[in-house]
């Protein structure tokens, strides 16, 4: 990747955290109540890392896309420049996974968000920081089914 120039961010239905399209893909759809974005998803044995453990790399997807949408939802379209993860216990094969993120401060360059991975008993799971680089390209989200479209600021 080129540094230095400006990136275009915009929606992809082949996504591995939310495309709908990619057959290898998580398929999360979230859930946006003005502040806070919210998924479920529950892994299967293809997401395992030692036998029935779910994988720290797909603990760290579910909330990096989560993080993502909290942004775009506050019309910030960015990609992760640093990630903070704190894993606090294991996940296993078919528990159900709450996710949730926020922005928490938003600059002209950054946006900072936050996600907690947690059980349906609020168990936490994994918790997250990142900061975000903002692109010139923002992503708006339709009234009509909440599907990002790309629009230049």
Known sequence: METGKEISV?????????????????????DWDGKVVKSEFTPTELHQGWKGIIHGGILTTLLDEAMAYAAYYEEVAGVTATMEIKLKRPALIGQPLIITAWVTRKERRFAETEARLTFRDGTVITEAKATQYISSKTIIFSSEGGKPNSNTQ
């Open 10 to 30: 915009a929606a992809s239905d082949l996504c591995f955290g939310c495309g709908q399209n990619n057959p290898c893909g998580l398929k999360l759809k979230f």
